[in-house]
């Protein structure tokens, strides 16, 4: 069982440039949740999808910022024309069930901005 | 705006002794409660549940619920440097609510 997989592991661009973060969630595991975590701060939700479905992206700041879960290969969370502010740690993480909280989550990408 | 406020610490502790970590939430309707573990620059691993008020054990870990307070603490028996860690604590809200609510976390050294 490989667990949630994640990449990259670490992430810089450029400001104005695209950020493009891929996870493939556990075996078995078809609910797939993005977390942001910035330096001293705790995690905060942005999306949750279903496989070809967002059912809730109510974290997700209005730009820039869009999600996807192909119903072939990993959940895409795409960050156009990056900030330094973007610069953060990007957890992915899965269940089995959409309600509830006990997660696994991915080891996550580290996105720096310059 | 629903809020889990934690203690940032650092929390230390002596190897063996008892570390006590606490976690207060503000939405009263909140069902369902978390502690993560996270090691410096890991990823967080799920490392108790609980959803009745109570207290519930696994291991060296005891976590303890009471709703009136909405005060959720986790207890670390024999504690090991091993130990030493971040622990965020989460809250979901229930009612079919998809999202955790996340604690900025209390760092933990145990000190050998």
Known sequence: ??????????????????????????????????YRQLPEEGLKFMVYLQKENIIDESGMPKER???????EGPSILRIQQVVRGDSAAYFCASSP?????????????????? | QKEVEQNSGPLSVPEGAIASLNCTY?????????????????????????YSNGDKEDGR???????????????????????????????NSGAGSYQLTFGKGTKLSVIP
């Open chain 2, 26 to 50: 503000s939405d009263r309707g909140s069902q369902s409660f978390f502690w993560y573990r996270q090691y410096s620059g890991k990823s967080p691993e799920l490392i108790m549940s609980i």
């Open chain 2, 61 to 91: 870990f005891t976590a303890q619920l009471n709703k009136a307070s909405q005060y959720v603490s986790l207890l670390i028996r024999d504690s090991q440097p091993s130990d030493s860690a971040t622990y965020l604590c989460a809250v």
């Open chain 1, 65 to 71: 910022f869009s999600a996807e879960f192909p119903k």
């Open chain 1, 97 to 114: 069930t959409g309600t509830g909280g006990e997660y696994t989550f991915g080891s996550g990408t580290r996105l720096t901005v310059v």
């Open chain 1, 1 to 34: 069982n490989a667990g949630v997989m994640q990449n990259p592991r670490h992430l810089v661009r450029r400001r104005g440039q695209e950020a493009r973060l891929r996870c493939s969630p556990m075996k078995g595991h078809s609910h797939v949740y993005w």
